[in-house]
């Protein structure tokens, strides 16, 4: 497995020496689902415009040591966090003019990223921008300034969403009957978001005493199964969920578009599972909500949804208006995962009290062992215990 390879390069016109990584390629239109091919040390070309923290997070989790994106990082729309933790966690960030290295360079090809250029075999094959770590976070400052234009934008976009997305507020979206039972019970939605692994570790004692119902949204599933749980659930067009994690068992539900457009349906019937599908408007964790409010559930807990402007922002697609639409809907019975894990106090088990038990039994012992008096008085009581139950010596 190829490392980075940190060289002696020529001196650039600052005096210092361009950052020199080597490693293998690895490309991917989508970024999420090109991190589920990823090795540590590979060099990962992606096609990503306004690169989100999420994704980000998940190529440093990854261990890739340098990321070439045909598309800007950052447009400057608004302050998104992906280039900024690339950056800071060490990863080389070059920005490239075109798409050139999709035709260019095929999966495995060993290339050297020496500053901005782009090298195979010692050869040049493309030259992009360095994201520097000081223009990258200047320029994340000046955007968290100047947010006014973005919201308005999004402020315009959910106003379209209500005039063409009514049946989200309204409610008339066709359910067919789910095994998994909603009914008066909380319900945990995982969706593949911010901090969606640690959330989810935090809420273990929440899962163990109260048993939710365990529903996750694509990729949200796959953290469901790594932290050893069983999904009861799994919604969204199934491109990010593993197969592994489509086999747990869990009731498959397919998002359709209102058009009854289903990218998910082709994919479970080549594995052979069963599904159903739900055509509505939205993204997947606004059916995988709806789903849940509309079948009954008490209370809903959101991992890894967004919660602030920036997050929504973050997400890049037109679509997350929608979600903000669907939190006006339920908004009385949704609450956020970090609020749960802050306020909600574990019941005690019977693990510590069975210990401290047997801990004081085992002193009780040793003291009786140890003191003549005291075990002359314990084979007393034996002897009467003995009598009483009617056991022969």
Known sequence: MAVARPTAARIGADGEAPREVSGPARAGRKTKLLVKRLNRGDIA?????DLDRVSAEDLIAAGVVAVLNCRPSSTGAYPNMGPLLLVQAGVHLVDMPGDGLFKELDDHDEITVRGGEVLKRGKVVAKGS???????????????LEIGDALE????????????????????????????????RPALVVV????????LRALRPYIRDVRPALVGVDGGANALVEEGFAPDMIVGDMDSAQEATLRCGAELVVHAYPDGRAPGREHLE????????????????????????????????????????????????????STFLTRLRIGEILVDAKGVSRLYRPR??????????????????AVILVTPGLRDVADLLWLKLQVLLGIEA
Request: glycine share 6%; proline share 5%.
């Open 153 to 184: 934008a999004f402020a315009r976009n959910t106003i379209e969403h209500m005039l063409e997305e009514r049946e989200l507020l309204a409610g008339k979206l066709e359910l067919p009957v789910f095994h998994t039972d909603f009914r008066d």
């Open 270 to 321: 080549s594995l052979g599972l069963p599904y159903k599908l739900v055509p509505a408007p939205g993204t997947s964790q606004d059916v995988a909500m709806l789903i849940a409010a509309e079948k009954g559930a008490r209370l809903i807990v959101s991992v890894g949804s967004q919660w602030n402007l920036v997050e929504f922002l973050d997400k890049n697609r037109r679509g997350m208006s």
């Open 130 to 144: 360095v994201q520097e770590p000081e223009d990258v976070r200047d320029l994340n400052e000046a955007r968290r």
């Open 348 to 365: 005690p088990t019977m693990a510590p009290l069975a210990l401290v038990l047997l801990v004081g039994i085992v002193a009780l012992a």
């Open 192 to 199: 593949r978001g911010v901090d969606h692994r640690k959330d």
């Open 45 to 49: 070309i992606i096609d990503h415009k």
